[in-house]
């Protein structure tokens, strides 16, 4: 066997259905690119029609397949109604990336309850959404599907000025872990890539110098991350050949920044 048609069986999506709710950002859409490479047809979803039509351009262009749809992920109808698009285009759906997301910095004394619940909103029930709408068509497929929820590494450390999304992605591993064990019998995986920290939109204001400083000292590996260096994990835990036995799973993609203590 070639090392090509080995890799293409570990980690070859050819025709399967993946589902990036949240394409439209800058970390999802990388992933987005890299499952269409990989050959799955992509369906890139999000509330930004501009950016959503901007990745799908540049999958076609690279040769992929891909369509964009809408989606306001804090609202479960909005969630139903992507599902039933999708099916009815494609007839499945193989894989879902729960990846929407937005995050607000301020101190916890003056954390506006409307900021609170707008990040548990979308962060968190949106992710919950995402999960329960998608599994149920998955568990109807022969075959299952897998499911890859956007965490961070705030999850597992707390980062201070960003409580509320702090919590969210806590309460995202959390779910994660219990959803495995849910899903499992319907042929259902569900794993969590945690980031670390890539400049995105979401995150510039966050993102002040004197912050930057910190993280990057923080960070064994001196850097940002690239959203291309996403792409490899993405592969390993959506693909139903290579990921067959990962569920459950919390994958840091984070320079060491998780490893790190002094
Ligand atoms: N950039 C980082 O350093 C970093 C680190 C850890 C985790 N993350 C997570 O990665 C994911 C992607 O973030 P990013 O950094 O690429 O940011 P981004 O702002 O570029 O992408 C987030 C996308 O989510 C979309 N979105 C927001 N609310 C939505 C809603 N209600 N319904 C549908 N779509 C909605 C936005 O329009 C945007 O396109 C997020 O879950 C984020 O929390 C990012």
């Known amino acids: 066997m070639s090392s090509a048609s080995f890799l293409q069986g570990l980690f070859g999506l050819d025709g399967q259905v993946a589902v990036v709710i949240g394409g439209t950002g800058v970390l999802c859409g990388a992933q987005a690119r890299g499952l ?16 959503g039509n901007a990745v799908v351009d540049a999958i076609r262009l690279a040769g992929g397949s891909a369509t964009f749809h809408t989606v306001d992920v804090a609202e479960r109808d909005s969630v139903e109604t992507l599902c039933a698009a999708v099916v009815a285009q494609h007839g499945r759906v193989d894989m879902l990336i729960n990846g929407a997301g937005i995050n607000f ?15 548990l909103r979308i962060d968190l029930d949106g992710v919950h959404h995402g999960c329960q709408v998608f599994a149920r068509q998955m568990s109807c497929q022969p075959d299952g599907g897998a499911i890859l929820n956007i965490g961070s590494v705030t999850a597992h450390t707390p980062l201070s000025r960003v409580i509320a ?6 309460a995202v591993v959390n779910l994660t872990r219990n959803l495995a064990r849910e899903l499992a019998s319907a042929r259902v995986r569900v794993n969590a890539l945690c980031p670390g920290f890539f400049p995105a939109e979401q995150n510039r204001a966050i993102l002040a110098p004197e912050r930057v400083e910190k993280i990057l000292a923080g960070t ?13 994990a993405t592969l390993l835990l959506l693909s139903r050949s290579a990921g067959s036995f990962i569920t459950g799973a919390i994958y840091y993609v984070d320079g060491g920044f998780t490893a790190m203590r002094l």
């Open 105 to 119: 910095a301020s101190s916890y004394d003056e954390l506006p309850e409307a900021d609170w619940s707008r990040v």
């Open 165 to 170: 999304y702090s919590a969210a992605k806590a």
């Open 220 to 232: 064994p590996l001196g850097r940002f991350g690239e959203p291309d260096e996403l792409v490899g």
């Open 36 to 51: 269409a490479a990989a050959g799955a047809r992509v369906v890139v979803a999000g509330r930004d029609a501009e950016r």
